[in-house]
């Protein structure tokens, strides 16, 4: 098991909030980190690399007055770059969280050596999107610090594979963090992927229905009234394959299972009114987990909740496994 260093006696468990996008803004980053896990948000959840820096400072002062006001550590917090040619964005917001020194960095849609030594040289750390073992290696190869492994029913952007299996062929070649992804929503599956061997779990879907989350009220009652079933997998949406809400593409009038792939083209995108913003407000996405979430607490309260869950089901395993050694002896 692997924590970096500047996370220890920083979480009150080992969960990551998703960045996602239109959903993480400033509000559920810092109620995240005060709460102890951290918060991420994707930069380009604002449309300009000048709003983005603005974000940065807000979030940083208001965790520095949360720790002067309570003298408790917060959780440290991260931003998602897209490192996708087409992100005309990337070397600009790159440039902002060196300057602010943002201490977690996770990277989507490329791994570049360049830009991890970037964010090594003023002590940040790089965790890095995965769907697949020859992602991780490459990722491996450029040395981030840590691996999140998106996996089958993870929401956005996710990928096929069994967590047990993705897991257990990345253990065997990489030792730093490992954090899982894909379908979680409650404390006792932040557990499960401890068990699984990871170190951390990556939980976005549970976190739209948050009152802290960007996510209109349509989306987090969508959210409330779906299940696994409600889910589909598509790359005609984005341009990657990515699990989205049935309801909500049927309400747009969208077609999963018709029409061309669309080609990715985060520029396109940004130039759009509303850095594109307004193709997206109602085309929602999920992860599979979705059938457990029930209502959207607030941060404090839900982290709460999770935290609860994690301890009774370390508990409960605990006595599991003291019962089967009894068994043996």
């Not at 005309?88 to 830009?115: M, N, Y």
């Amino acid at each position: 098991m692997s924590i970096p260093e500047s996370f220890q006696g920083r979480l009150r468990l080992p969960l990551i909030s998703a960045p996602m996008f239109l959903v993480s803004g400033p509000e559920l980053v810092i109620e995240a980190c005060k709460a102890g896990i951290v918060g991420t948000f994707p930069a380009l959840n604002e449309r300009s690399s000048e709003g983005f820096e603005s974000w940065l400072v807000q979030i940083r002062e208001a965790l520095d007055s949360f720790e002067a006001e309570t003298g408790k550590q917060a959780a440290p917090f991260g931003v998602n770059l897209i490192v996708h040619h087409t992100n005309p964005r990337v070397q600009a917001d790159l440039e902002l969280c060196i300057k602010h020194k943002v201490p977690l960095i996770i990277t989507s849609l490329g791994a570049v050596k360049d830009l991890v030594d970037a964010v090594h040289g003023y002590g940040g750390l790089v965790f890095h999107d995965v769907i697949n073992v020859r992602h991780a290696k490459k990722a491996a190869a450029a040395g981030v610090d840590g691996l999140i492994a998106v996996c089958n029913g993870a929401g956005g952007h996710a990928g096929t594979l069994n967590p047990f299996a993705l897991l257990a062929e990345i253990r065997q070649f990489y030792q730093g963090t490992l954090i899982l992804s894909g379908s979680m929503s409650t404390g006792q599956d932040v557990a499960t992927a401890q068990m699984m061997g990871a170190d951390l779990a990556y939980m976005g879907t549970r976190f739209i229905n948050t009152q802290e989350s960007r996510a209109n009220p349509e989306y987090k009652q969508m959210i409330v009234e779906s299940s696994a079933a409600d889910i589909t997998y598509t790359p005609k949406i984005s341009g990657i394959w990515a699990n989205f809400l049935k309801p909500s593409l049927a309400k747009a009038g969208l077609d999963p299972d018709s029409g061309e792939k669309k080609k990715v083209d985060l520029g396109e995108e940004l130039q759009a009114p509303e850095g594109g913003a307004s193709a997206w407000k109602s085309i929602w996405s999920a992860g599979q987990g979705v059938g457990s979430i029930a209502d959207a607490p607030p941060v404090a309260e839900l982290v709460e909740r999770l935290q609860d869950e994690y301890r009774d089901a370390t508990e409960h395993f605990a006595k599991l496994s003291g019962a089967y050694r009894e068994q043996t002896k």
